[in-house]
Protein backbone atom coordinates (compact mmCIF):
# COMPACT_ATOMS: atom_id res chain seq x y z
CA UNK A 1 0.00 0.00 0.00
CA UNK A 2 1.16 3.50 -0.72
CA UNK A 3 0.96 5.30 2.00
CA UNK A 4 2.47 8.59 0.83
CA UNK A 5 0.53 11.90 1.50
CA UNK A 6 0.94 14.81 -0.88
CA UNK A 7 -0.16 18.29 -0.03
CA UNK A 8 0.35 21.49 -1.47
CA UNK A 9 0.84 24.77 0.42
CA UNK A 10 -2.11 27.34 0.15
CA UNK A 11 0.59 30.28 0.77
CA UNK A 12 3.30 31.26 2.49
CA UNK A 13 4.03 33.26 5.87
CA UNK A 14 5.53 36.84 5.57
CA UNK A 15 7.47 38.15 9.18
CA UNK A 16 11.06 39.87 10.09
CA UNK A 17 11.97 36.41 11.82
CA UNK A 18 14.21 34.25 9.51
CA UNK A 19 15.30 31.83 12.44
CA UNK A 20 13.73 29.62 14.64
CA UNK A 21 16.37 30.46 17.80
CA UNK A 22 15.12 34.28 17.19
CA UNK A 23 11.30 33.55 17.67
CA UNK A 24 9.63 34.66 21.27
CA UNK A 25 8.00 32.54 23.02
CA UNK A 26 4.50 33.38 22.47
CA UNK A 27 5.21 34.17 19.00
CA UNK A 28 5.06 37.56 16.82
CA UNK A 29 3.31 39.47 14.36
CA UNK A 30 2.96 38.25 11.09
CA UNK A 31 1.45 38.30 7.67
CA UNK A 32 0.13 35.06 6.22
CA UNK A 33 -0.09 35.36 2.23
CA UNK A 34 -2.55 32.87 0.72
CA UNK A 35 -2.23 32.15 -2.58
CA UNK A 36 -4.59 34.13 -5.12
CA UNK A 37 -5.87 30.29 -6.17
CA UNK A 38 -7.37 29.86 -2.63
CA UNK A 39 -8.72 33.03 -1.58
CA UNK A 40 -12.30 32.07 -1.92
CA UNK A 41 -11.42 29.68 0.54
CA UNK A 42 -10.96 33.12 2.69
CA UNK A 43 -14.60 33.97 2.44
CA UNK A 44 -15.64 35.13 5.71
CA UNK A 45 -12.77 34.44 7.81
CA UNK A 46 -12.76 37.91 9.16
CA UNK A 47 -15.62 37.11 11.60
CA UNK A 48 -13.30 35.33 13.58
CA UNK A 49 -11.43 37.34 15.70
CA UNK A 50 -8.67 33.93 16.35
CA UNK A 51 -7.73 31.49 13.76
CA UNK A 52 -5.30 28.08 13.79
CA UNK A 53 -2.85 28.30 11.15
CA UNK A 54 -1.80 25.01 10.29
CA UNK A 55 1.94 25.21 8.74
CA UNK A 56 5.14 23.00 7.22
CA UNK A 57 8.02 23.69 9.78
CA UNK A 58 10.48 23.33 6.75
CA UNK A 59 13.85 23.61 8.89
CA UNK A 60 13.25 21.12 11.54
CA UNK A 61 15.10 17.80 11.84
CA UNK A 62 12.74 15.34 11.55
CA UNK A 63 14.73 12.08 12.98
CA UNK A 64 14.11 13.63 16.78
CA UNK A 65 11.52 11.83 18.60
CA UNK A 66 12.51 12.81 22.08
CA UNK A 67 14.18 16.29 23.38
CA UNK A 68 14.35 18.89 26.17
CA UNK A 69 12.38 22.17 26.36
CA UNK A 70 15.85 23.86 26.48
CA UNK A 71 14.54 27.42 25.49
CA UNK A 72 12.63 26.92 28.24
CA UNK A 73 14.53 25.35 30.88
CA UNK A 74 17.46 23.02 30.18
CA UNK A 75 17.18 21.45 33.38
CA UNK A 76 13.98 19.81 32.57
CA UNK A 77 13.95 15.72 31.46
CA UNK A 78 13.34 14.42 28.53
CA UNK A 79 9.70 14.39 27.09
CA UNK A 80 8.31 12.78 23.65
CA UNK A 81 8.33 14.89 20.81
CA UNK A 82 4.37 14.06 20.82
CA UNK A 83 4.32 15.50 24.74
CA UNK A 84 5.93 18.63 23.58
CA UNK A 85 5.21 21.53 21.64
CA UNK A 86 8.65 21.05 19.99
CA UNK A 87 9.97 22.27 16.29
CA UNK A 88 11.56 19.00 15.39
CA UNK A 89 9.51 15.96 15.13
CA UNK A 90 8.91 13.33 12.05
CA UNK A 91 6.12 15.32 10.72
CA UNK A 92 7.05 18.69 11.01
CA UNK A 93 3.44 20.35 11.13
CA UNK A 94 2.72 22.97 13.40
CA UNK A 95 -0.84 24.54 14.79
CA UNK A 96 -0.56 27.85 16.19
CA UNK A 97 -3.63 29.75 17.44
CA UNK A 98 -3.54 32.99 16.66
CA UNK A 99 -5.35 36.45 16.62
CA UNK A 100 -6.59 37.91 13.69
CA UNK A 101 -5.97 41.58 13.07
CA UNK A 102 -6.95 41.88 9.93
CA UNK A 103 -7.70 40.88 6.17
CA UNK A 104 -6.54 42.32 2.96
CA UNK A 105 -8.02 40.26 0.02
CA UNK A 106 -5.58 37.19 0.06
CA UNK A 107 -3.66 38.54 2.78
CA UNK A 108 -3.30 38.20 6.44
CA UNK A 109 -2.49 39.99 9.51
CA UNK A 110 -2.42 37.72 12.68
CA UNK A 111 -0.43 38.04 16.05
CA UNK A 112 0.99 35.34 18.25
CA UNK A 113 2.05 32.94 15.69
CA UNK A 114 5.16 31.24 15.65
CA UNK A 115 6.89 30.62 12.19
CA UNK A 116 9.62 32.29 10.50
CA UNK A 117 9.84 33.88 6.98
CA UNK A 118 9.16 31.66 4.28
CA UNK A 119 7.43 28.75 6.46
CA UNK A 120 4.89 26.79 3.96
CA UNK A 121 0.77 27.33 4.99
CA UNK A 122 -1.20 23.86 4.85
CA UNK A 123 -4.33 25.09 6.19
CA UNK A 124 -6.66 27.47 8.04
CA UNK A 125 -9.01 26.82 10.30
CA UNK A 126 -11.53 29.42 12.69
CA UNK A 127 -10.74 29.15 16.38
CA UNK A 128 -14.19 27.85 18.36
CA UNK A 129 -15.47 28.64 21.50
CA UNK A 130 -15.71 24.33 21.45
CA UNK A 131 -11.71 24.20 21.35
CA UNK A 132 -11.50 26.28 24.22
CA UNK A 133 -11.31 24.38 27.79
CA UNK A 134 -10.77 26.06 30.64
CA UNK A 135 -8.43 24.02 33.24
CA UNK A 136 -6.38 21.31 30.85
CA UNK A 137 -3.89 19.20 32.98
CA UNK A 138 -0.73 19.97 31.27
CA UNK A 139 2.87 19.05 31.96
CA UNK A 140 4.43 21.52 34.23
CA UNK A 141 7.09 23.67 32.19
CA UNK A 142 8.52 25.54 34.10
CA UNK A 143 10.52 28.28 32.78
CA UNK A 144 13.86 28.52 34.64
CA UNK A 145 14.42 32.40 34.30
CA UNK A 146 12.14 33.94 36.27
CA UNK A 147 11.72 37.15 33.77
CA UNK A 148 10.18 34.26 31.40
CA UNK A 149 7.79 32.70 33.84
CA UNK A 150 6.74 36.76 34.44
CA UNK A 151 6.33 36.65 30.57
CA UNK A 152 4.40 33.40 30.58
CA UNK A 153 1.79 34.67 33.43
CA UNK A 154 1.47 38.18 31.73
CA UNK A 155 0.44 35.76 28.72
CA UNK A 156 -2.58 33.48 30.24
CA UNK A 157 -3.58 36.53 32.45
CA UNK A 158 -3.92 39.03 29.16
CA UNK A 159 -5.26 35.92 26.94
CA UNK A 160 -8.47 35.90 30.03
CA UNK A 161 -9.04 39.56 30.64
CA UNK A 162 -8.17 40.83 27.42
CA UNK A 163 -6.36 43.99 29.29
CA UNK A 164 -3.76 45.33 30.52
CA UNK A 165 -3.58 47.01 33.53
CA UNK A 166 -3.21 48.01 37.24
CA UNK A 167 -4.43 45.19 38.78
CA UNK A 168 -3.61 42.84 36.06
CA UNK A 169 0.32 43.56 36.65
CA UNK A 170 -0.64 42.92 39.83
CA UNK A 171 -1.81 39.21 39.36
CA UNK A 172 1.08 38.27 37.43
CA UNK A 173 3.55 39.76 40.26
CA UNK A 174 1.85 37.88 43.08
CA UNK A 175 1.67 35.06 40.96
CA UNK A 176 5.52 34.88 40.22
CA UNK A 177 5.96 35.02 44.05
CA UNK A 178 3.37 32.23 44.55
CA UNK A 179 4.43 29.79 42.19
CA UNK A 180 8.09 29.93 43.93
CA UNK A 181 6.20 28.98 47.35
CA UNK A 182 3.59 26.33 46.28
CA UNK A 183 4.65 25.24 42.61
CA UNK A 184 2.37 24.99 40.06
CA UNK A 185 -0.40 27.04 40.01
CA UNK A 186 -2.77 25.49 37.74
CA UNK A 187 -3.09 22.31 40.41
CA UNK A 188 -6.39 21.03 42.50
CA UNK A 189 -5.27 21.28 45.31
CA UNK A 190 -4.04 25.34 44.96
CA UNK A 191 -7.21 27.42 46.37
CA UNK A 192 -7.41 31.25 45.53
CA UNK A 193 -8.96 33.89 47.87
CA UNK A 194 -8.81 37.46 46.07
CA UNK A 195 -10.16 40.60 48.44
CA UNK A 196 -9.74 43.05 45.43
CA UNK A 197 -11.26 44.35 42.00
CA UNK A 198 -13.09 41.80 39.45
CA UNK A 199 -9.76 43.17 37.37
CA UNK A 200 -7.68 41.43 40.04
CA UNK A 201 -9.99 38.33 40.19
CA UNK A 202 -10.31 38.41 36.48
CA UNK A 203 -6.60 38.05 36.16
CA UNK A 204 -5.44 35.90 39.16
CA UNK A 205 -8.34 33.27 37.56
CA UNK A 206 -6.75 33.62 33.98
CA UNK A 207 -3.13 32.76 35.08
CA UNK A 208 -4.21 29.50 38.24
CA UNK A 209 -7.53 28.24 35.73
CA UNK A 210 -9.23 28.19 38.89
CA UNK A 211 -13.19 28.08 38.81
CA UNK A 212 -15.90 29.37 41.18
CA UNK A 213 -16.66 25.64 41.76
CA UNK A 214 -15.81 21.98 40.82
CA UNK A 215 -13.30 22.12 42.43
CA UNK A 216 -14.27 25.39 44.37
CA UNK A 217 -10.60 26.62 44.21
CA UNK A 218 -11.52 30.55 43.26
CA UNK A 219 -13.01 32.62 46.69
CA UNK A 220 -14.19 36.41 45.97
CA UNK A 221 -14.95 39.47 47.86
CA UNK A 222 -14.89 42.66 45.48
CA UNK A 223 -13.28 45.12 47.16
CA UNK A 224 -12.13 48.11 45.94
CA UNK A 225 -9.29 49.24 48.35
CA UNK A 226 -6.36 50.20 47.55
CA UNK A 227 -4.35 47.20 49.48
CA UNK A 228 -6.00 44.39 47.27
CA UNK A 229 -4.91 41.08 49.30
CA UNK A 230 -4.62 37.32 47.36
CA UNK A 231 -4.62 34.32 49.39
CA UNK A 232 -3.02 31.30 48.04
CA UNK A 233 -3.24 28.42 49.83
CA UNK A 234 -2.25 24.49 48.99
CA UNK A 235 -2.79 21.86 51.82
CA UNK A 236 -1.67 23.39 55.02
CA UNK A 237 1.01 25.71 53.19
CA UNK A 238 -0.58 29.45 53.26
CA UNK A 239 0.76 32.52 51.25
CA UNK A 240 -0.58 36.17 51.63
CA UNK A 241 0.17 38.76 49.15
CA UNK A 242 -1.14 42.20 49.50
CA UNK A 243 -0.45 44.95 47.03
CA UNK A 244 1.25 48.24 48.29
CA UNK A 245 0.94 50.33 45.17
CA UNK A 246 -1.33 50.55 41.64
CA UNK A 247 1.60 49.27 39.07
CA UNK A 248 2.13 50.87 36.07
CA UNK A 249 3.97 48.70 32.89
CA UNK A 250 7.44 50.10 33.95
CA UNK A 251 6.94 49.68 37.65
CA UNK A 252 5.38 45.81 36.42
CA UNK A 253 8.54 45.00 34.48
CA UNK A 254 11.07 46.99 37.27
CA UNK A 255 10.71 46.88 40.62
CA UNK A 256 11.24 44.43 42.83
CA UNK A 257 8.55 42.38 44.92
CA UNK A 258 9.32 44.08 48.17
CA UNK A 259 8.75 47.77 46.65
CA UNK A 260 5.11 46.37 45.64
CA UNK A 261 3.63 43.51 47.48
CA UNK A 262 3.99 42.99 51.19
CA UNK A 263 4.28 39.00 51.56
CA UNK A 264 2.70 37.35 54.65
CA UNK A 265 3.40 33.51 55.34
ZN1 LIG B 1 -8.61 45.21 34.05
Same mark, same amino acid.
Not at 200 to 219: C, E, K, M, S, Y
Not at 225 to 238: A, F, H, L, N, Y
Given at each position: MDSTIVLQPVGIIHTGIEHPKDMPLGGDLAQIEIFPEYEPALTRIEENSHIWVLMWFHLADRNILTTRPVKVNPDLPEFGVFALRAFSRPNPIAITMVRLEKREENRLWVSGLDAVNGTPVLDIKPYYEADRVFSPRTSYIRPRQRQMRMDQFYRHALNHHQETCADLYLAVRMAVIADEV *??? &??? #? #? =? =? =? /?????????????? $? +????? @? !?? @?? &????? /? !? +? #???? =???????? $? *??? +?? $??? &??????? !?? #???? $?IEVRR
Open positions: *LGQ &LTQ #D #D =V =V =V /NVQGSRCLADAVQG $I +TNARL @A !NP @AR &LHFTE /N !N +T #DRPV =VRWSKGEQ $I *LTL +TG $IRP &LNQQDFW !NL #DDQE $I
